[in-house]
């Protein structure tokens, strides 16, 4: 069964906030659930998000909810277990609008993902993002194998 596994022990990096306000536009607002919230990222060439999870974890959905007009056309999933270096695990293609958007995730077994924002449909590369969720099960306490991230094109 899927589940949001993003918890409390997650740490959570962006790659910025509007006008450094991160009282109303910070990242804690990605994963609060209130539709009144969101994460607001400044200008730039792209925008990214990074989860750190206490354990691994299976990912298979992402789910992400963005602000129609500064919303995202191209985006990259990444991960990784440990400190290895992170790994393409799939490009996704959202769609301008306000509708909370799926993505299936191919086989990824991780502890620390990062989602990097491109090709922006604001002018000046900003991003709005009311709800992100990553779906799945929580993972083995074993240890990491490389062969566990699946790379797909």
């Excluded at 769609?95 to 604001?122: G, H």
Aim: charged content about 20%.
């Amino acid at each position: 069964m899927n589940h949001s596994l993003v918890c409390a022990e997650t740490v959570s990096r962006v790659s910025s906030v509007l006008n450094r306000n991160t009282r109303q536009f910070g990242k804690k607002h990605l994963f609060d659930q209130n539709e009144e919230t969101c994460w607001n990222s400044d200008q730039g060439p792209s925008q990214w998000v990074t989860l750190e999870f206490p354990q691994l974890i299976h990912v298979s959905q992402l789910q992400i909810q963005f602000q129609g007009g500064f919303s995202s056309r191209r985006g990259c999933l990444e991960g990784s277990q440990g400190s290895q270096a992170l790994r393409k695990i799939v490009d996704f293609y959202p769609e301008d609008n306000n509708s909370l958007q799926t993505f299936p995730i191919p086989v990824a077994e991780v502890d620390r993902l990062k989602v990097t924002f491109e090709d922006a449909t604001d002018f000046f590369g900003r991003v709005v993002i009311y709800h992100l969720r990553v779906l799945g099960e929580k993972g083995t306490t074993g240890t990491p194998t490389e062969a566990s991230i699946t790379e797909q094109s």
